[in-house]
């Protein structure tokens, strides 16, 4: 697959976007700041990021034998929950 010069102007912006999404910038557009579309935006971002984390934990754990969960101290049935709490933080 070629890499056209559109494919590397949209990934240029994209980037440019997201950076100014996630410092909080307002990103003006037609003269008027779409600072809602920024926000649902950045919200989107962020929850997607701790999705992946959720994720990672989560396949992390259950990888994990009985044993070694019990040497931690957690449950089988618990693996969700721990998960889903370490990735919000």
Request: proline content about 0%.
């Amino acid at each position: 697959m070629q890499i056209t010069h559109v494919c590397i102007a949209q990934f240029a912006l994209s980037r440019t976007i997201s950076a100014s999404y996630l410092s909080g910038e307002r990103f003006h557009c037609g003269g008027h700041v779409a600072e809602k579309d920024l926000t649902m935006l950045a919200y989107l971002i962020r929850m997607f990021r701790v999705w992946r984390r959720y994720e990672t934990s989560l396949r992390e754990l259950s990888r994990l034998g009985d044993r070694e969960l019990a040497d931690i101290g957690v449950a089988r049935s618990d693996i969700q929950r721990i998960a889903w709490e370490t990735a919000r933080g």
